[in-house]
């Protein structure tokens, strides 16, 4: 909980107070919607190009929050997620940027011929102006919900062979999920740790053939379909493996893995676009970079990758194509 969190709760007021603050802003020349990396060096880029410069978002620092050991962020060898975040709110606070936290925004409205300024509404019912908007909104890894998870989450349960494969060095692990990011994920951590046991719960995978054909090639993998996954088990402290029932004969399995991968599809935080901008069939935003005014980056988006510092870069070059939309808009 922020502190702002807080205040809310102890001051019934407070959330009026907000409204009313938020509705008396002027317009902002840029204004972005979410403060993960990708939303922060959006908003780094556009203070220093003199833009009256906003950032609203529910939770500064995005999933950044939610991780523990960050080891692939450039010039930072070795850090944690909570310490990042406040590093990453402490240069965004180095500038004269409006930083609106604990706040979930509800809708956009597009700019027409008779209204020239986008705007916003948030959740708790202020509307907020400005002639550009960058959408940095994320996504979130869904859970598989089953007794275990939360638990063992971070220590053992992860969603992000990128970020965490090679924690699992020299140990075995499953992957759950037999579509493209499963089957990418499974062949990806076959070259780092001992052995991968891929569950798919259908009776067949959803990934390309090609990808199929290159996993079953590895000798360090096992497919197993029409798995359900019941249970992660551990001893408190790790996850020490996983239960899961073969759904064609109901007989029931326990695995013992250190790790388990969970690629059942990340979800971007998108649907408060519905009918508004045009995003593919999973929810991810086509990125134009010729938008007129309207920008999206970072793991809401198509871009492939979803890392911190493929988000942050798209942040920049998101601040830059807006810069150049107001510099050649009236
Ligand atoms: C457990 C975990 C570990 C990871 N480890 C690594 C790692 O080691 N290295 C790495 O490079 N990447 C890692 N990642 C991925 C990385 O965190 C993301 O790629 C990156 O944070 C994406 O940045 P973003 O700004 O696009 O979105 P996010 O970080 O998702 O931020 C989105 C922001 O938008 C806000 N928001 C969403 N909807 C709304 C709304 N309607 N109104 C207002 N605000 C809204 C959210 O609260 C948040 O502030 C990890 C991810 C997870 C979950």
Not at 57 to 77: A, F, K, M, P, W
Not at 174 to 199: F, K, Q, R, W, Y
Request: glycine share 10%; hydrophobic share 40%.
């Amino acid at each position: 909980m922020t502190l702002s969190d807080i205040v809310t709760k102890i001051d019934v007021n407070a959330e009026k107070n907000t409204v009313q603050k938020l509705n008396q802003q002027l317009p902002y020349g840029v204004l972005i919607v979410g403060s993960g990396p990708a939303g922060a060096l959006a908003a780094i880029y556009s203070a220093r190009k003199g833009i009256r410069t906003g950032i609203i978002g529910e939770r500064c620092g995005g999933q950044v929050l939610d991780t523990i050991d960050i080891e692939n962020y450039i010039s930072v060898s070795k850090t944690e997620g909570p310490k990042l975040a406040t590093a990453l709110r402490g240069h965004v606070n180095d500038y004269d940027i409006d930083i609106i936290d604990s706040q979930m925004v509800a809708k956009l409205i597009p700019a027409d011929a008779a209204e020239k300024l986008h705007k916003i509404e948030t959740v708790s019912g202020a509307t907020l102006r400005s002639r550009g908007i960058i959408i940095a909104t994320g996504a979130k890894w869904p859970d598989m919900n089953v007794p275990g998870e939360k638990e063992y989450r971070t220590k053992g349960v992860t969603y992000c062979p990128h970020c965490d494969g090679s924690l699992f060095k020299g140990k075995r692990v499953a992957v759950i999920g037999g579509g493209n990011s499963g089957v990418e994920a499974a062949i990806d951590l076959a070259g780092v740790v001992e052995h991968v046991t891929l569950l798919e719960f259908a009776p067949e995978m959803r990934a390309d053939e090609v990808l199929q054909q290159k996993l079953a090639s590895l000798s360090n993998v096992d497919i197993i379909l029409q798995a359900e996954t019941l249970e992660v088990k551990g001893d408190g402290v790790k996850m020490s493996g996983l239960q899961y029932k073969n759904r064609q004969d109901g007989s029931i399995h326990d695995l013992a893995v250190a790790g388990t991968f969970v690629q059942i599809g990340l979800l971007p935080n998108t649907h408060w676009l519905d009918g508004v901008i045009a995003r593919n069939a999973i929810g991810e935003i086509k990125v134009d970079e010729k938008g007129k005014g309207i920008f999206a980056v970072g793991d809401c988006t198509t871009v492939p990758y979803k890392q911190m510092t493929i988000a942050a870069g798209e942040g920049a070059k998101a601040s830059l194509s807006a810069s150049n939309y107001l510099m050649n808009v009236n």
